[in-house]
């Protein structure tokens, strides 16, 4: 199957962008990371995608108390926590650092720019170690404000 999810999110299939979201919330329900990669597992077949970056984007979150709640372009949501943890990291498919999140069973979501940058104008950094801390489900989560950091 041609199917290519992109690194902006977008679902392709054979070069055409797919439209329908609730097919693409379907296909992401039966989305899996194995050796061989990112496979589409139902219980007739395996088939094999393209994944450029992430199957997910982090498109919108909520502070609810002490917990950040990040929400998926396919719906999924997910609290910030040890089992699904932030971690910045280098993007080859958009040329620069960038925040992700663990959503499930391996699968990550990249957080969009503007999510990134909302998240970034919540948090007070700390001068003295150049580093911005997510506090969230119980646990810590620091993220370097510079290269060097």
């Known amino acids: 199957m041609d199917l290519v999810i992109k690194a902006d999110g977008s679902w392709w299939h054979e070069g055409t962008p797919m439209t329908r979201a609730p097919l693409i919330r379907l296909f992401s329900r039966v989305l899996r990371k194995d050796d061989d990669g990112y496979v589409l597992v139902t219980p007739a077949e395996k088939i094999s995608i393209t994944v450029e970056d992430v199957p997910f984007l ?36 958009i040329g620069q650092r960038a925040p992700y999140i663990r959503v499930r069973g391996g699968l990550d979501a990249r957080l969009d720019r503007p999510v990134y940058y909302r998240m970034v104008d919540a948090l007070e950094a700390d001068d003295e170690t150049d580093t911005l801390t997510v506090e969230s489900g119980g646990a810590s989560f620091v993220l370097p404000i510079t290269e060097d950091s």
């Open 58 to 93: 982090a498109v919108d979150f909520d502070i609810e108390g002490d917990d950040w709640i990040f929400r998926t372009n396919v719906g999924d949501v997910v609290r910030l926590d040890t089992d699904h943890p932030l971690e910045l990291r280098s993007s080859p498919s």
